[in-house]
């Protein structure tokens, strides 16, 4: 493959990579967001077949991809999760103590 050719599609499964991982962290829907960290785990096993490592790929593909996501979407089907009413005055008045708690926990 031509190195211009390479380095397109190199950039390109980056982007996409980067770009599905980062709606695995956006999406409220918890089906979504784990059909999305499918496609940036296919993205990876891409970018391990363009650094020669087969191995890597495959073992990325059936273990991750096919294996426990699977299970991942099993168990959030199963389970059924409801969406959170974030208009709840009790949740909203929590809000800005949580998140000190969680900076001040980070820095730790």
Not at 3 to 15: G, I, Q
Not at 26 to 31: G, I, L, S
């Amino acid at each position: 493959m031509a190195p211009v050719a390479t380095t397109f599609f190199f950039y390109f499964l980056s982007a996409l990579t980067v770009l599905s991982a980062v709606l695995v962290i956006t999406r409220k829907n918890a089906v979504h967001s784990a059909l999305a960290l499918i496609v940036s785990l296919l993205g990876q096993a891409a970018l391990y077949l363009m650094l020669y490592a087969p191995f890597v790929a495959g073992v990325q593909i059936i273990l991750y991809a096919g294996g426990i996501m699977v299970l991942f979407l099993f168990v959030i089907m199963l389970v059924n999760i409801e969406k959170l009413n974030v208009a709840d005055p009790a949740l909203v008045a929590h809000q800005p103590r949580d998140r000190l708690r969680a900076a001040l926990a980070a820095r730790h």
